[in-house]
Nanobody
Framework: EVQLVESGGGLVQPGGSVRLSCVVS????????VTWVRQAPGKGLEWVSI???????SYAQSVKGRATISRDNAKNTVYLQLNSLKSEDTAMYYC?????RGQGTQVTVSS
């Protein structure tokens, strides 16, 4: 059974950083594509970043230059590092595979 468990969110000041983790089971991150998406209050899902099975990455324009997606194959975990956080980064962040998401981790950017 595919499971994804996100963690690492919290309350962060503008300009700060967070490192989100997505621990997966039921598949190997080294052989699959994993996506990060987010949902801000009152808004729809927004695609944030993707890493494919050969390690190629891509980012939404809204986070490009501030985000880094990576993975640890041994830990079967995908990470999303977000720097220079802005209030508009406030959202529930989910990792996903083939449309299946975890429970999410909340990132709130506020002073």
């Amino acid at each position: 059974e595919v499971q994804l468990v996100e963690s690492g969110g919290g309350l962060v000041q503008p300009g700060g950083s967070v490192r989100l983790s997505c621990v997966v089971s039921g598949f190997a991150v080294s052989q699959n594509t994993v996506t990060w998406v987010r949902q801000a209050p009152g808004k729809g899902l927004e695609w944030v970043s993707i890493i494919n099975m050969i390690g190629e990455t891509s980012y939404a324009q809204s986070v490009k230059g501030r985000a880094t997606i990576s993975r640890d194959n041994a830990k079967n975990t995908v990470y999303l590092q977000l720097n220079s956080l802005k209030s508009e980064d406030t959202a529930m962040y989910y990792c996903a595979k083939d449309g299946k998401r975890g429970q999410g981790t909340q990132v709130t950017v506020s002073s």
